[in-house]
């Protein structure tokens, strides 16, 4: 087994990571950390593995490590609120929105 060695995150990928912790946690709108999903359509990638930096949905600490968590019971909570990727889906799409609206403003 090789050593879990975190890639630093980019610039670019910082700002777009910071766009989407804006959003708030996904299942309550609460301020939320970033969780790297960890299928990326080909397969899972594994545990202490991470997908891309853009590849992050935003969660609270409750719905991402606490009782109700992605990390905990990953099963009951995809089927609660719906799969990594089809989560990933809405909130690119809520960044969007996001964008439009800053710059009609």
Request: glycine share 8%.
């Amino acid at each position: 087994m090789g050593s879990r060695v975190k890639r630093k995150s980019t610039k670019v990928e910082k700002i777009w990571m910071d766009k989407v912790a804006q959003l708030g946690c996904f299942v309550c709108q609460r301020p939320a950390n970033l969780h790297h999903i960890r299928n990326n359509g080909k397969g899972n990638i594994g545990m202490g593995r991470r997908s891309s930096h853009y590849e992050v949905i935003p969660l609270c600490y409750e719905h991402h490590q606490g009782n109700t968590g992605i990390h905990l019971d990953k099963i009951n909570f995809e089927k609660k609120y719906g799969t990594e990727k089809e989560i990933l889906k809405a909130v690119l799409l809520q960044v969007k929105v996001q964008e439009c609206r800053s710059s009609i403003i």
